[in-house]
């Protein structure tokens, strides 16, 4: 059994910033590549930042230059600074993980995400 339960959203205004964490939890070896996902009403969701093992990231065009994803592997969390939100940030985010387990195949996961409202 694997959890990721994220953290830290909330109601900011434009041009503001927030930071979102997502801690893992439960039975498995390593976490492999970590992401931040966004699903705003009405729209597909879609990859914000996304974190390997190895330190190496990579982000949609449309956080670029404003978003960093960074890991803490002591802690098995993964965050997201967001600064200079726009409205167009407005959604529910949520993290997820891949999971190296002892003896079994890996398994992913998904937190149950937090809501990120950017509005004056």
């Known amino acids: 059994q694997v959890q990721l339960v994220e953290s830290g959203g909330g109601l900011v205004q434009p041009g503001g910033s927030l930071r979102l964490s997502c801690a893992a939890s439960?039975?498995?070896?390593?976490?492999?590549?970590m992401g931040w996902y966004r699903q705003a009403p009405g729209k597909a969701r879609e990859l914000v930042a996304r974190i390997t093992s190895g330190g190496s990231t990579n982000y949609a065009n449309s956080v670029k230059g404003r978003f960093t994803i960074s890991r803490d592997n002591a802690k098995n969390t993964v965050y997201l600074q967001m600064n200079s939100l726009k409205s167009d940030d407005t959604a529910v985010y949520y993290c997820s993980a891949s999971f190296r387990r002892p003896f079994v195949s890996d398994v992913e996961a998904w937190g149950q995400g937090t809501q990120v409202i950017v509005s004056s």
């Open positions: 439960g039975s498995f070896f390593s976490i492999n590549a």
